[in-house]
C-alpha cells in the first residue's frame, strides 16, 4: 500500500519546485531571427518580449509588408526557442526530483 501522507509531501514539493522553477525562466531570454538575422526578437521564456531589431535596409525599403511578415517571423521563432527551453528545463526538473519522463502526461505541468 503506498503512503499517502509521503507522496502528498512529494507533490507539494513537486509543485514548489515548478513554481520556483517558473519564476527562474521568466528571467531567461532566447533570441529568435528571421531573414537571415534582419529581424531579431529578444523574449523571456514567459513570452515577455525584451527587445526588436530590424536591419536598417529594411527601415529604408518599400516593402513594408515584408518586414510586418519577418518580425512575426522572428517573434514566433523566439516564442518557439522559449517553448523549448522551458520544456527542456522541466524536464531536467522532474528528473532531479526523481519523476519518469512522461509521468504528468507530457505536457508542461503549468
Sequence with gaps: ??????????????????????????????????????????????????????????VSGDDKEMMEDLVVAAMNDARTKADAKMSEETQKAMQNMGIPPGALGGGLPF
Design 1 to 58: 500500500m503506498m503512503n499517502m501522507q509521503g507522496l502528498m509531501k512529494k507533490a507539494q514539493e513537486m509543485q514548489k519546485k515548478m513554481e520556483q522553477l517558473q519564476e527562474e525562466l521568466g528571467d531567461v531570454e532566447v533570441t529568435g531571427t528571421s531573414g537571415g538575422g534582419m529581424v531579431t526578437v529578444v523574449m523571456t521564456c514567459k513570452g515577455m518580449t525584451k527587445s526588436l531589431k530590424v536591419a536598417p535596409e529594411l
